[in-house]
Protein backbone atom coordinates (compact mmCIF):
# COMPACT_ATOMS: atom_id res chain seq x y z
CA UNK A 1 0.00 0.00 0.00
CA UNK A 2 3.08 2.55 0.73
CA UNK A 3 4.53 1.16 -2.33
CA UNK A 4 1.56 1.93 -4.80
CA UNK A 5 0.26 5.71 -2.82
CA UNK A 6 3.84 6.38 -3.82
CA UNK A 7 3.56 5.17 -7.58
CA UNK A 8 0.28 7.03 -7.53
CA UNK A 9 1.39 10.09 -6.63
CA UNK A 10 4.25 10.12 -9.06
CA UNK A 11 1.78 8.92 -11.65
CA UNK A 12 -0.53 11.98 -10.38
CA UNK A 13 2.42 14.45 -11.05
CA UNK A 14 4.11 12.99 -13.99
CA UNK A 15 1.62 10.61 -15.45
CA UNK A 16 2.18 7.52 -18.06
CA UNK A 17 5.64 8.80 -18.65
CA UNK A 18 8.01 5.78 -18.35
CA UNK A 19 10.20 6.19 -15.43
CA UNK A 20 13.27 3.83 -15.31
CA UNK A 21 15.11 2.25 -12.26
CA UNK A 22 18.36 4.30 -12.98
CA UNK A 23 19.62 6.13 -9.74
CA UNK A 24 19.21 4.77 -6.32
CA UNK A 25 18.01 6.21 -2.95
CA UNK A 26 17.29 5.26 0.48
CA UNK A 27 15.52 6.73 3.15
CA UNK A 28 14.46 6.32 7.07
CA UNK A 29 11.06 7.41 8.36
CA UNK A 30 10.17 7.77 12.41
CA UNK A 31 6.65 8.70 12.68
CA UNK A 32 4.19 8.79 15.82
CA UNK A 33 1.30 6.46 13.50
CA UNK A 34 0.37 5.07 10.61
CA UNK A 35 -1.33 8.03 9.34
CA UNK A 36 1.63 10.24 10.22
CA UNK A 37 4.15 7.35 8.75
CA UNK A 38 1.93 7.30 5.38
CA UNK A 39 1.87 11.07 5.09
CA UNK A 40 5.43 11.65 5.87
CA UNK A 41 6.31 8.96 3.39
CA UNK A 42 4.49 10.69 0.40
CA UNK A 43 6.00 14.10 1.65
CA UNK A 44 9.36 12.60 1.17
CA UNK A 45 8.11 11.58 -2.60
CA UNK A 46 7.18 14.86 -3.40
CA UNK A 47 10.33 16.38 -1.70
CA UNK A 48 12.30 14.59 -3.92
CA UNK A 49 10.28 15.26 -7.10
CA UNK A 50 9.90 19.18 -6.29
CA UNK A 51 13.11 19.62 -4.88
CA UNK A 52 15.54 17.37 -6.82
CA UNK A 53 13.51 16.83 -9.76
CA UNK A 54 13.54 12.94 -9.13
CA UNK A 55 11.12 10.63 -10.00
CA UNK A 56 10.46 7.32 -8.20
CA UNK A 57 9.92 4.50 -10.47
CA UNK A 58 10.24 1.25 -7.67
CA UNK A 59 10.48 0.80 -3.75
CA UNK A 60 12.07 -2.10 -1.83
CA UNK A 61 11.02 -1.48 1.86
CA UNK A 62 13.69 -3.00 4.18
CA UNK A 63 11.65 -1.91 7.43
CA UNK A 64 7.54 -1.06 7.44
CA UNK A 65 5.76 -0.93 10.44
CA UNK A 66 3.18 1.50 11.82
CA UNK A 67 6.09 3.78 13.18
CA UNK A 68 9.03 3.32 10.68
CA UNK A 69 9.52 3.41 7.20
CA UNK A 70 13.55 2.18 5.87
CA UNK A 71 13.37 1.71 1.78
CA UNK A 72 15.17 2.01 -1.13
CA UNK A 73 13.90 4.09 -3.72
CA UNK A 74 14.76 3.65 -7.14
CA UNK A 75 14.10 6.00 -10.06
CA UNK A 76 15.71 8.61 -12.19
CA UNK A 77 15.61 12.50 -12.31
CA UNK A 78 13.29 14.28 -14.65
CA UNK A 79 14.24 14.44 -18.07
CA UNK A 80 12.03 16.98 -20.19
CA UNK A 81 12.56 14.73 -23.68
CA UNK A 82 11.33 11.78 -21.82
CA UNK A 83 8.46 12.77 -19.34
CA UNK A 84 5.47 15.23 -19.39
CA UNK A 85 4.48 16.98 -15.82
CA UNK A 86 1.08 17.06 -15.78
CA UNK A 87 0.50 18.46 -12.02
CA UNK A 88 2.08 20.58 -9.21
CA UNK A 89 1.31 19.09 -6.18
CA UNK A 90 1.31 21.37 -3.38
CA UNK A 91 1.41 19.19 -0.45
CA UNK A 92 0.14 16.24 1.31
CA UNK A 93 -2.82 16.38 3.47
CA UNK A 94 -4.66 14.40 6.55
CA UNK A 95 -7.96 15.69 4.64
CA UNK A 96 -10.24 12.91 5.39
CA UNK A 97 -7.47 10.04 5.64
CA UNK A 98 -8.41 6.59 5.64
CA UNK A 99 -6.21 3.58 6.05
CA UNK A 100 -8.77 0.29 5.75
CA UNK A 101 -7.59 -2.96 5.84
CA UNK A 102 -10.29 -5.56 4.61
CA UNK A 103 -9.50 -8.92 4.13
CA UNK A 104 -5.79 -8.78 4.23
CA UNK A 105 -5.77 -6.40 1.57
CA UNK A 106 -4.86 -2.58 2.73
CA UNK A 107 -6.19 0.60 0.99
CA UNK A 108 -5.62 4.37 1.52
CA UNK A 109 -7.06 7.35 0.72
CA UNK A 110 -5.01 10.40 0.60
CA UNK A 111 -6.06 14.31 -0.34
CA UNK A 112 -3.67 16.14 -1.73
CA UNK A 113 -3.14 20.12 -2.19
CA UNK A 114 -2.98 21.53 -5.49
CA UNK B 1 -32.02 24.91 9.54
CA UNK B 2 -29.27 24.69 11.74
CA UNK B 3 -27.93 28.17 10.89
CA UNK B 4 -29.66 31.29 12.43
CA UNK B 5 -29.91 34.02 9.85
CA UNK B 6 -28.79 37.10 11.83
CA UNK B 7 -30.18 39.28 8.35
CA UNK B 8 -29.74 39.32 4.77
CA UNK B 9 -25.93 38.37 4.90
CA UNK B 10 -25.15 37.33 7.92
CA UNK B 11 -25.69 33.62 9.29
CA UNK B 12 -24.47 32.56 12.62
CA UNK B 13 -23.32 28.61 13.53
CA UNK B 14 -25.03 28.44 17.30
CA UNK B 15 -22.67 26.24 19.68
CA UNK B 16 -25.14 23.82 19.51
CA UNK B 17 -23.81 22.84 15.92
CA UNK B 18 -21.04 20.56 17.27
CA UNK B 19 -20.08 19.70 20.87
CA UNK B 20 -16.73 21.11 21.52
CA UNK B 21 -17.64 24.95 20.00
CA UNK B 22 -15.74 27.61 22.25
CA UNK B 23 -17.34 30.44 20.22
CA UNK B 24 -20.18 30.92 17.70
CA UNK B 25 -19.49 30.47 13.71
CA UNK B 26 -20.29 33.56 11.79
CA UNK B 27 -21.13 32.92 7.97
CA UNK B 28 -21.46 35.86 5.33
CA UNK B 29 -23.49 35.31 2.50
CA UNK B 30 -27.14 35.54 0.99
CA UNK B 31 -29.68 33.08 0.51
CA UNK B 32 -28.11 31.67 -2.82
CA UNK B 33 -24.36 31.63 -1.74
CA UNK B 34 -25.89 29.86 2.14
CA UNK B 35 -26.86 26.99 -0.28
CA UNK B 36 -23.90 26.58 -1.82
CA UNK B 37 -21.47 26.50 1.28
CA UNK B 38 -24.19 24.13 3.05
CA UNK B 39 -23.02 21.83 0.13
CA UNK B 40 -19.44 21.15 1.08
CA UNK B 41 -18.20 20.37 4.45
CA UNK B 42 -17.64 24.44 4.83
CA UNK B 43 -19.99 24.75 8.14
CA UNK B 44 -18.03 21.69 9.59
CA UNK B 45 -14.90 22.95 9.09
CA UNK B 46 -15.69 26.40 10.82
CA UNK B 47 -17.36 24.75 13.75
CA UNK B 48 -14.23 22.81 13.99
CA UNK B 49 -11.51 26.21 13.65
CA UNK B 50 -14.46 27.04 17.13
CA UNK B 51 -13.81 24.57 19.12
CA UNK B 52 -9.05 25.46 19.12
CA UNK B 53 -8.40 27.18 22.15
CA UNK B 54 -8.41 30.92 22.77
CA UNK B 55 -10.36 31.80 20.13
CA UNK B 56 -12.00 34.93 20.47
CA UNK B 57 -15.13 37.18 17.97
CA UNK B 58 -16.18 34.28 15.96
CA UNK B 59 -15.18 31.49 13.72
CA UNK B 60 -15.71 33.15 10.13
CA UNK B 61 -16.30 32.53 6.54
CA UNK B 62 -16.73 34.82 4.26
CA UNK B 63 -19.38 34.59 1.19
CA UNK B 64 -16.54 32.63 -1.56
CA UNK B 65 -16.20 30.26 1.51
CA UNK B 66 -15.39 26.28 0.76
CA UNK B 67 -13.83 23.63 2.08
CA UNK B 68 -10.09 23.25 2.37
CA UNK B 69 -7.70 21.30 4.55
CA UNK B 70 -8.94 21.63 8.23
CA UNK B 71 -9.65 25.25 8.10
CA UNK B 72 -11.88 26.28 5.35
CA UNK B 73 -10.76 28.75 2.64
CA UNK B 74 -12.34 31.77 3.52
CA UNK B 75 -11.93 31.62 6.51
CA UNK B 76 -11.14 33.70 9.60
CA UNK B 77 -10.25 33.33 12.95
CA UNK B 78 -8.79 35.18 15.73
CA UNK B 79 -6.70 33.73 18.52
CA UNK B 80 -5.75 35.66 21.85
CA UNK B 81 -2.20 36.52 21.91
CA UNK B 82 -1.58 35.02 25.32
CA UNK B 83 -4.06 32.36 25.85
CA UNK B 84 -4.73 31.26 21.67
CA UNK B 85 -3.19 28.49 19.67
CA UNK B 86 -0.95 29.31 16.28
CA UNK B 87 -1.69 26.92 13.46
CA UNK B 88 0.14 25.98 10.26
CA UNK B 89 -3.25 25.01 8.39
CA UNK B 90 -4.80 28.34 9.54
CA UNK B 91 -2.66 30.07 6.82
CA UNK B 92 -2.72 27.22 4.24
CA UNK B 93 0.36 25.80 2.20
CA UNK B 94 0.52 28.61 -0.16
CA UNK B 95 1.79 31.04 2.67
CA UNK B 96 0.89 34.68 1.34
CA UNK B 97 -0.59 33.68 -1.98
CA UNK B 98 -1.92 36.66 -3.03
CA UNK B 99 -2.69 39.20 -5.70
CA UNK B 100 -1.72 42.83 -6.70
CA UNK B 101 -2.33 45.23 -9.00
CA UNK B 102 -0.55 47.69 -11.40
CA UNK B 103 -2.32 50.65 -12.90
CA UNK B 104 -1.07 51.81 -16.53
CA UNK B 105 -1.38 55.07 -18.11
CA UNK B 106 -2.96 53.02 -21.15
CA UNK B 107 -6.71 53.19 -22.75
CA UNK B 108 -8.42 49.68 -23.57
CA UNK B 109 -8.78 51.15 -27.74
CA UNK B 110 -4.59 51.73 -27.48
CA UNK B 111 -4.22 48.42 -25.97
CA UNK B 112 -6.26 46.06 -28.16
CA UNK B 113 -4.20 46.21 -31.26
CA UNK B 114 -1.13 44.92 -29.44
CA UNK B 115 -2.58 42.71 -27.39
CA UNK B 116 -1.52 39.66 -28.78
CA UNK B 117 2.03 40.90 -28.51
CA UNK B 118 2.08 41.68 -25.60
CA UNK B 119 0.57 38.31 -24.18
CA UNK B 120 3.40 36.43 -26.09
CA UNK B 121 5.66 38.41 -24.86
CA UNK B 122 4.25 38.10 -20.58
CA UNK B 123 4.37 34.31 -21.46
CA UNK B 124 8.32 34.10 -22.56
CA UNK B 125 9.23 36.27 -19.86
CA UNK B 126 7.43 34.99 -16.89
CA UNK B 127 8.20 31.78 -15.81
CA UNK B 128 5.06 29.79 -15.26
CA UNK B 129 3.47 26.26 -15.59
CA UNK B 130 4.31 22.71 -13.94
CA UNK B 131 7.18 21.75 -12.67
CA UNK B 132 8.72 25.11 -14.17
CA UNK B 133 11.89 26.66 -13.28
CA UNK B 134 12.96 30.58 -12.09
CA UNK B 135 15.38 32.62 -14.31
CA UNK B 136 17.90 33.40 -11.65
CA UNK B 137 19.85 31.04 -9.72
CA UNK B 138 20.44 32.05 -6.03
CA UNK B 139 22.99 30.06 -3.69
CA UNK B 140 21.17 29.56 -0.09
CA UNK B 141 22.91 32.70 1.09
CA UNK B 142 20.81 34.93 -1.52
CA UNK B 143 17.71 32.90 -0.73
CA UNK B 144 18.37 33.93 3.38
CA UNK B 145 18.53 37.67 1.73
CA UNK B 146 15.24 37.10 0.30
CA UNK B 147 13.43 35.51 3.12
CA UNK B 148 14.56 38.29 5.50
CA UNK B 149 13.98 41.50 3.14
CA UNK B 150 10.97 40.20 1.06
CA UNK B 151 10.19 43.15 -1.60
CA UNK B 152 12.92 45.04 -0.60
CA UNK B 153 15.20 42.42 -1.98
CA UNK B 154 13.90 42.21 -5.17
CA UNK B 155 13.85 46.23 -5.69
CA UNK B 156 17.80 46.75 -4.34
CA UNK B 157 18.62 43.91 -7.01
CA UNK B 158 17.03 46.14 -9.81
CA UNK B 159 13.12 44.66 -9.99
CA UNK B 160 10.72 48.07 -9.34
CA UNK B 161 11.71 50.88 -7.24
CA UNK B 162 11.44 51.87 -3.74
CA UNK B 163 8.24 53.23 -4.59
CA UNK B 164 6.29 50.25 -5.08
CA UNK B 165 7.40 49.16 -1.17
CA UNK B 166 5.03 51.59 0.11
CA UNK B 167 2.02 50.11 -1.76
CA UNK B 168 2.47 46.55 -0.72
CA UNK B 169 0.95 44.98 3.13
CA UNK B 170 3.81 45.64 5.35
CA UNK B 171 5.74 47.42 2.93
CA UNK B 172 6.68 43.97 1.48
CA UNK B 173 8.71 42.76 4.22
CA UNK B 174 7.82 41.31 7.46
CA UNK B 175 10.21 42.21 9.84
CA UNK B 176 10.04 39.53 12.07
CA UNK B 177 10.73 36.89 9.59
CA UNK B 178 14.31 34.30 10.24
CA UNK B 179 15.44 32.17 7.76
CA UNK B 180 16.81 30.34 10.40
CA UNK B 181 13.68 28.49 10.96
CA UNK B 182 12.88 27.90 7.79
CA UNK B 183 14.26 24.40 6.68
CA UNK B 184 16.70 23.42 4.76
CA UNK B 185 14.58 20.51 2.91
CA UNK B 186 12.05 24.19 2.08
CA UNK B 187 15.10 26.30 0.71
CA UNK B 188 15.98 23.36 -1.15
CA UNK B 189 12.32 23.16 -2.67
CA UNK B 190 11.93 27.17 -3.15
CA UNK B 191 15.36 27.58 -4.34
CA UNK B 192 14.90 27.94 -8.34
CA UNK B 193 11.43 28.94 -8.05
CA UNK B 194 11.64 32.23 -6.99
CA UNK B 195 9.93 34.34 -9.88
CA UNK B 196 7.91 31.75 -11.22
CA UNK B 197 3.97 32.23 -11.56
CA UNK B 198 3.75 28.28 -10.69
CA UNK B 199 0.28 26.60 -11.87
CA UNK B 200 -3.19 26.46 -10.65
CA UNK B 201 -5.39 29.22 -10.08
CA UNK B 202 -2.50 31.34 -10.46
CA UNK B 203 -2.26 33.80 -12.95
CA UNK B 204 -1.18 37.15 -14.69
CA UNK B 205 -4.08 39.01 -16.33
CA UNK B 206 -4.24 42.04 -18.49
CA UNK B 207 -7.46 43.96 -17.57
CA UNK B 208 -9.57 47.40 -18.42
CA UNK B 209 -11.42 49.55 -15.60
CA UNK B 210 -15.17 48.42 -16.69
CA UNK B 211 -17.27 50.57 -14.13
CA UNK B 212 -16.21 52.73 -11.40
CA UNK B 213 -18.52 52.61 -7.74
CA UNK B 214 -16.75 55.04 -5.82
CA UNK B 215 -15.22 58.09 -7.99
CA UNK B 216 -13.39 59.44 -4.98
CA UNK B 217 -11.67 56.47 -3.66
CA UNK B 218 -10.58 55.31 -7.70
CA UNK B 219 -9.35 58.47 -8.29
CA UNK B 220 -7.01 58.23 -4.97
CA UNK B 221 -5.94 55.05 -5.60
CA UNK B 222 -5.32 56.13 -9.50
CA UNK B 223 -8.20 54.23 -11.39
CA UNK B 224 -10.15 55.39 -14.55
CA UNK B 225 -12.19 53.84 -16.79
CA UNK B 226 -10.98 51.99 -20.14
CA UNK B 227 -7.86 52.35 -18.11
CA UNK B 228 -5.48 49.16 -18.87
CA UNK B 229 -4.56 47.17 -15.57
CA UNK B 230 -2.49 44.23 -14.42
CA UNK B 231 -3.58 41.56 -11.54
CA UNK B 232 -0.81 39.29 -10.84
CA UNK B 233 -1.52 36.37 -8.49
CA UNK B 234 0.91 34.09 -7.38
CA UNK B 235 2.25 32.87 -4.02
CA UNK B 236 5.43 31.62 -2.22
CA UNK B 237 5.93 28.42 -4.26
CA UNK B 238 7.48 24.83 -3.04
CA UNK B 239 9.16 26.96 -0.08
CA UNK B 240 5.47 27.97 1.28
CA UNK B 241 4.10 24.51 0.91
CA UNK B 242 7.19 22.90 2.81
CA UNK B 243 7.20 25.60 5.68
CA UNK B 244 3.81 24.17 5.84
CA UNK B 245 4.54 20.60 5.83
CA UNK B 246 7.50 20.91 7.90
CA UNK B 247 5.52 22.62 10.81
CA UNK B 248 1.93 20.67 10.33
CA UNK B 249 4.43 18.20 11.94
CA UNK B 250 6.40 19.56 14.65
CA UNK B 251 2.91 20.95 15.63
CA UNK B 252 1.43 17.30 15.66
CA UNK B 253 3.97 15.98 17.85
CA UNK B 254 4.03 19.43 20.04
CA UNK B 255 0.20 18.72 20.59
CA UNK B 256 1.12 15.97 22.80
CA UNK B 257 3.27 18.04 25.11
CA UNK B 258 1.06 20.86 25.36
CA UNK B 259 -2.27 18.85 25.76
CA UNK B 260 -4.44 20.10 23.07
CA UNK B 261 -6.70 17.90 20.84
CA UNK B 262 -8.13 18.56 18.05
CA UNK B 263 -11.14 17.67 15.69
CA UNK B 264 -9.12 17.34 12.68
CA UNK B 265 -5.37 16.76 12.26
CA UNK B 266 -5.08 19.37 9.70
CA UNK B 267 -5.99 21.85 12.77
CA UNK B 268 -3.06 21.17 14.40
CA UNK B 269 -1.67 23.74 16.70
CA UNK B 270 0.14 25.34 19.37
CA UNK B 271 0.06 27.85 21.46
CA UNK B 272 1.53 31.26 19.89
CA UNK B 273 3.91 32.10 23.07
CA UNK B 274 5.52 28.39 22.69
CA UNK B 275 8.77 27.70 21.25
CA UNK B 276 6.92 25.69 18.38
CA UNK B 277 4.25 28.61 17.52
CA UNK B 278 7.14 31.27 17.50
CA UNK B 279 9.38 29.38 15.67
CA UNK B 280 6.45 28.56 12.67
CA UNK B 281 5.60 33.05 12.93
CA UNK B 282 9.03 33.36 12.07
CA UNK B 283 9.06 30.96 9.11
CA UNK B 284 5.69 31.82 7.71
CA UNK B 285 6.73 35.11 7.83
CA UNK B 286 9.94 34.14 5.83
CA UNK B 287 8.09 32.54 3.38
CA UNK B 288 5.33 35.25 2.51
CA UNK B 289 8.51 37.47 2.07
CA UNK B 290 9.60 34.64 -0.67
CA UNK B 291 6.15 35.38 -1.96
CA UNK B 292 6.29 39.44 -1.56
CA UNK B 293 9.55 39.27 -3.90
CA UNK B 294 7.80 36.96 -5.97
CA UNK B 295 5.26 38.98 -7.41
CA UNK B 296 7.85 42.08 -7.14
CA UNK B 297 9.66 39.98 -9.81
CA UNK B 298 6.87 39.41 -12.14
CA UNK B 299 6.05 43.25 -11.51
CA UNK B 300 9.21 43.97 -12.98
CA UNK B 301 9.19 41.75 -15.93
CA UNK B 302 5.38 43.11 -16.84
CA UNK B 303 6.62 46.42 -17.16
CA UNK B 304 9.88 45.57 -19.67
CA UNK B 305 7.15 44.14 -21.66
CA UNK B 306 4.85 46.86 -21.22
CA UNK B 307 7.71 48.88 -22.28
CA UNK B 308 8.56 47.00 -24.92
CA UNK B 309 5.45 46.45 -26.62
CA UNK B 310 3.15 49.18 -25.87
CA UNK B 311 6.13 51.88 -25.50
CA UNK B 312 5.12 52.44 -22.10
CA UNK B 313 6.88 52.28 -18.94
CA UNK B 314 4.57 53.52 -16.32
CA UNK B 315 2.44 50.49 -14.49
CA UNK B 316 1.94 52.09 -11.13
CA UNK B 317 1.90 49.50 -8.20
CA UNK B 318 -1.81 50.02 -6.73
CA UNK B 319 -1.40 47.77 -4.39
CA UNK B 320 0.01 43.98 -2.98
CA UNK B 321 -2.37 41.93 -0.70
CA UNK B 322 -1.99 38.63 0.66
CA UNK B 323 -4.80 36.18 0.96
CA UNK B 324 -3.45 33.40 3.18
CA UNK B 325 -1.33 34.76 6.34
CA UNK B 326 -1.22 34.76 10.33
CA UNK B 327 -0.55 38.16 11.78
CA UNK B 328 -0.71 39.75 15.32
CA UNK B 329 -2.92 42.95 15.27
CA UNK B 330 -4.83 44.87 17.93
CA UNK B 331 -9.13 44.88 17.39
CA UNK B 332 -11.85 46.22 19.43
CA UNK B 333 -12.89 42.69 19.97
CA UNK B 334 -10.20 40.20 21.66
CA UNK B 335 -7.85 43.30 22.10
CA UNK B 336 -4.26 42.26 20.91
CA UNK B 337 -4.52 38.72 18.82
CA UNK B 338 -2.98 36.65 16.02
CA UNK B 339 -5.63 36.96 13.24
CA UNK B 340 -5.52 34.03 10.80
CA UNK B 341 -6.74 34.57 7.15
CA UNK B 342 -6.66 31.83 5.06
CA UNK B 343 -7.95 32.87 1.98
CA UNK B 344 -9.54 36.07 3.39
CA UNK B 345 -8.06 39.87 2.68
CA UNK B 346 -7.06 42.51 4.95
CA UNK B 347 -9.49 44.95 4.53
CA UNK B 348 -8.84 47.73 7.20
CA UNK B 349 -10.19 51.63 6.78
CA UNK B 350 -9.27 54.79 6.38
CA UNK B 351 -6.88 56.63 9.22
CA UNK B 352 -5.18 52.91 10.51
CA UNK B 353 -1.33 53.35 10.99
CA UNK B 354 -0.98 50.03 8.72
CA UNK B 355 -2.01 51.13 5.34
CA UNK B 356 0.10 53.26 2.67
CA UNK B 357 0.52 56.93 3.76
CA UNK B 358 -1.10 57.53 0.15
CA UNK B 359 -4.29 56.12 1.35
CA UNK B 360 -4.56 56.97 4.66
CA UNK B 361 -7.67 59.29 4.23
CA UNK B 362 -9.41 56.99 1.77
CA UNK B 363 -8.57 53.02 3.36
CA UNK B 364 -6.86 49.77 2.41
CA UNK B 365 -7.63 48.96 -1.39
CA UNK B 366 -8.40 45.28 -1.33
CA UNK B 367 -7.94 43.10 -4.30
CA UNK B 368 -11.00 41.01 -5.07
CA UNK B 369 -9.41 38.28 -8.49
CA UNK B 370 -12.55 37.08 -10.64
CA UNK B 371 -12.34 33.69 -12.39
CA UNK B 372 -10.74 33.72 -15.59
CA UNK B 373 -13.89 35.36 -18.13
CA UNK B 374 -15.60 37.13 -15.33
CA UNK B 375 -14.80 40.44 -13.23
CA UNK B 376 -11.93 41.32 -10.85
CA UNK B 377 -12.86 44.29 -8.33
CA UNK B 378 -10.87 46.98 -5.98
CA UNK B 379 -12.64 47.19 -2.67
CA UNK B 380 -11.69 49.44 0.57
CA UNK B 381 -11.60 48.90 3.58
CA UNK B 382 -14.15 49.67 5.86
CA UNK B 383 -14.60 50.33 10.42
CA UNK B 384 -17.47 47.58 9.83
CA UNK B 385 -14.55 45.01 8.81
CA UNK B 386 -12.36 46.13 11.94
CA UNK B 387 -15.77 46.09 14.04
CA UNK B 388 -16.74 42.37 13.01
CA UNK B 389 -14.17 40.82 11.12
CA UNK B 390 -10.76 41.82 12.11
CA UNK B 391 -10.77 43.79 9.34
CA UNK B 392 -10.95 40.95 6.62
CA UNK B 393 -13.20 40.46 3.90
CA UNK B 394 -13.65 37.96 0.95
CA UNK B 395 -10.57 37.01 -1.73
CA UNK B 396 -12.28 36.01 -4.50
CA UNK B 397 -15.15 34.00 -6.19
CA UNK B 398 -14.58 30.66 -4.39
CA UNK B 399 -14.57 27.25 -6.16
CA UNK B 400 -17.78 25.95 -6.98
CA UNK B 401 -16.74 23.04 -8.61
CA UNK B 402 -13.47 20.72 -7.80
CA UNK B 403 -11.03 20.57 -10.16
CA UNK B 404 -11.84 17.19 -11.44
CA UNK B 405 -15.12 18.12 -11.94
CA UNK B 406 -14.19 21.17 -13.82
CA UNK B 407 -12.20 19.11 -16.34
CA UNK B 408 -14.95 16.76 -16.90
CA UNK B 409 -16.53 17.38 -20.70
CA UNK B 410 -14.27 20.53 -21.09
CA UNK B 411 -11.88 21.32 -24.03
CA UNK B 412 -9.24 23.78 -23.25
CA UNK B 413 -9.41 24.12 -27.26
CA UNK B 414 -13.62 25.05 -27.00
CA UNK B 415 -12.67 27.34 -23.52
CA UNK B 416 -10.02 28.97 -25.62
CA UNK B 417 -12.26 29.61 -28.49
CA UNK B 418 -15.61 30.47 -26.16
CA UNK B 419 -13.11 33.44 -24.26
CA UNK B 420 -11.69 34.35 -27.23
CA UNK B 421 -15.59 35.40 -28.55
CA UNK B 422 -15.95 37.38 -25.39
CA UNK B 423 -12.72 39.45 -26.07
CA UNK B 424 -10.15 37.35 -23.56
CA UNK B 425 -7.43 35.87 -25.14
CA UNK B 426 -5.45 32.81 -23.11
CA UNK B 427 -2.29 31.99 -22.87
CA UNK B 428 -1.86 28.34 -20.64
CA UNK B 429 0.99 26.30 -20.33
CA UNK B 430 -1.43 23.05 -19.90
CA UNK B 431 -4.37 22.57 -21.28
CA UNK B 432 -5.68 20.56 -18.57
CA UNK B 433 -5.31 23.63 -15.84
CA UNK B 434 -7.04 25.78 -18.67
CA UNK B 435 -10.18 23.94 -18.22
CA UNK B 436 -9.76 23.50 -13.95
CA UNK B 437 -9.89 27.14 -14.13
CA UNK B 438 -12.75 27.66 -16.73
CA UNK B 439 -15.46 29.93 -15.37
CA UNK B 440 -18.06 28.21 -14.54
CA UNK B 441 -15.59 25.99 -11.67
CA UNK B 442 -16.26 29.37 -9.94
CA UNK B 443 -19.26 31.22 -8.08
CA UNK B 444 -20.29 34.09 -9.48
CA UNK B 445 -17.45 36.95 -8.16
CA UNK B 446 -20.09 39.46 -8.19
CA UNK B 447 -22.54 37.78 -6.11
CA UNK B 448 -19.92 36.96 -3.40
CA UNK B 449 -18.54 41.07 -3.64
CA UNK B 450 -22.08 42.22 -3.14
CA UNK B 451 -22.30 40.36 0.07
CA UNK B 452 -19.37 42.13 1.46
CA UNK B 453 -20.61 45.52 -0.07
CA UNK B 454 -23.60 45.32 1.21
CA UNK B 455 -22.37 43.43 4.78
CA UNK B 456 -20.42 46.72 5.27
CA UNK B 457 -17.20 44.27 5.74
CA UNK B 458 -15.63 46.56 2.00
CA UNK B 459 -16.88 49.19 -0.21
CA UNK B 460 -17.15 48.74 -3.81
CA UNK B 461 -14.47 50.92 -5.85
CA UNK B 462 -14.10 49.48 -9.58
CA UNK B 463 -14.37 46.38 -11.47
CA UNK B 464 -12.30 45.33 -14.18
CA UNK B 465 -12.80 42.90 -16.75
CA UNK B 466 -9.66 40.57 -18.10
CA UNK B 467 -8.73 40.57 -21.93
CA UNK B 468 -6.08 39.10 -21.85
CA UNK B 469 -4.67 36.17 -19.92
CA UNK B 470 -1.37 34.20 -18.48
CA UNK B 471 -2.22 31.02 -16.90
CA UNK B 472 0.35 28.53 -15.40
Known amino acids: MYSNAALGLIFVIAGTSKIESLVERTMTI ?46 EPFNARKHKLRLDIKAITYHQLKIEEHSGIWTARVFVDI | MILKKLDDYRFVIPKSFQEGMKVEGLIYANDELIIAIEKDQ ?49 VGFDINCGVRLLASNILLDEAKPKLDALLNKLFRDIPCGTGKSGIIDLSFEQLDEVLKKGASWAVENGYGTLSDLDHIEECGTLVSADPKEVSH ?58 VCTDYLEEMQEAMLKYGIKVVDRQLACVPIKSQEGQRYLKAMAAAANFAFANRQMMSHWT ?129 SGLTEEKPEAYKDVSAVVDVVHNAGIARKVAKMIPIGVIKG
Request: glycine content about 10%.
Open chain 2, 303 to 431: RQAFKSILKSSELRLVYDVAHNIAKEETHSVGGRVLVHRKGATRAFPKHRPEIPKDYFNVGQPVLIPGSMGTYSYVLVGTERAMAETFGSTCHGAGRAMSRHAAKRNASAEELIHQLKEKGIHVRGASK
Open chain 1, 30 to 75: PAIDRENLLVRWLTEVLFLYDAEKFLTAAIEFEVLNDTLLKAKILG
Open chain 2, 42 to 90: TLTQVANVATLPGLVGRSLAMPDAHQGYGFAIGGVAASDIEKGVVSAGG
Open chain 2, 185 to 242: RAKQRGRDQLGTLGSGNHFVEVQYVKEIFDEETAKVFGLHLDQIVVMIHSGSRGLGHQ
